[in-house]
T-cell receptor, first 113, second 115 residues
Framework: KNQVEQSPQSLIILEGKNCTLQ??????????LRWYKQDTGRGPVSLTI?????NTKSNGRYTATLDADTKQSSLHITASQLSDSASYIC????????????FGTGTRLTIIP | NAGVTQTPKFQVLKTGQSMTLQCAQD?????MYWYRQDPGMGLRLIYY???????DKGEVPNGYNVSRLNKREFSLRLESAAPSQTSVYFC??????????????FGSGTRLTVV
């Protein structure tokens, strides 16, 4: 069964600090991995998407890495801001005929001043 | 602003009542989806429509029906609501090219409570 596990479940850090969120997956056949940001009461918004051949993808202060051999990904947030408070969801795509997305449960990040 | 629009944003139903959740996208995407999001679980696919005129079951279709009214609109209907259908529902759309989907965009969600 395809699964996506994220850690930690929740994280609290001081404004200005860096943090790293983890994603482990058992999805086959792997197509791509996406990170989404979901603000409270809103829908998920795409941050990055990486295919098998991409190790790193950046979007401003967000940098995602992918190790397809160990089936792990991380999302690093640099110089955190209060607006970074949100849930971050890892989504892994498999293609077997049609594309199928498997969603992680998310990491709830809280930035405190 | 371009995107996916869902209505209503909030709804409370009594067990056994019916309702339709509406979704419209203005990005000219071919594919549209309905997901539900429950505490402690990842988003789960209820139904999807790969193109206008087609619909298919997702992971958790029981208790739901859908209609792809045209390319823009995709509605989700609960015929007889149950407390287990209390959830946050998200509509999404994407552009399908071959087997892959691009530009996945989600609406803001409908928070549904069934009492």
């Amino acid at each position: 069964k395809n699964q996506v596990e994220q850690s930690p479940q929740s994280l609290i850090i001081l404004e200005g600090k860096n943090c790293t969120l983890q994603c482990n997956y058992t999805v086959s056949p792997f197509s791509n991995l996406r990170w989404y940001k979901q603000d409270t009461g809103r829908g998920p918004v795409s941050l990055t998407i990486m295919t098998f051949s991409e190790n790193t993808k950046s979007n401003g202060r967000y940098t995602a890495t992918l190790d397809a051999d160990t089936k792990q990904s991380s999302l690093h947030i640099t110089a955190s801001q209060l607006s970074d408070s949100a849930s971050y969801i890892c989504v892994v795509s498999a293609i077997f005929g049609n594309e199928k997305l498997t969603f992680g449960t998310g990491t709830r990040l809280t930035i405190i001043p | 602003n371009a995107g996916v629009t869902q209505t209503p944003k909030f709804q409370v139903l009594k067990t056994g009542q019916s309702m339709t959740l509406q979704c419209a996208q203005d990005m000219n995407h071919n594919s549209m989806y309905w997901y539900r999001q429950d505490p402690g679980m990842g988003l789960r696919l209820i139904y999807y429509s790969a193109s206008e005129g087609t619909t298919d079951k997702g992971e958790v279709p029981n208790g739901y029906n859908v209609s792809r009214l045209n390319k823009r609109e995709f509605s989700l209907r609960l015929e007889s609501a149950a407390p287990s259908q209390t959830s946050v529902y998200f509509c999404a759309s994407s552009e399908k090219q071959g087997s892959r989907n691009y530009g996945y965009t989600f609406g803001s969600g409908t928070r549904l409570t069934v009492v």
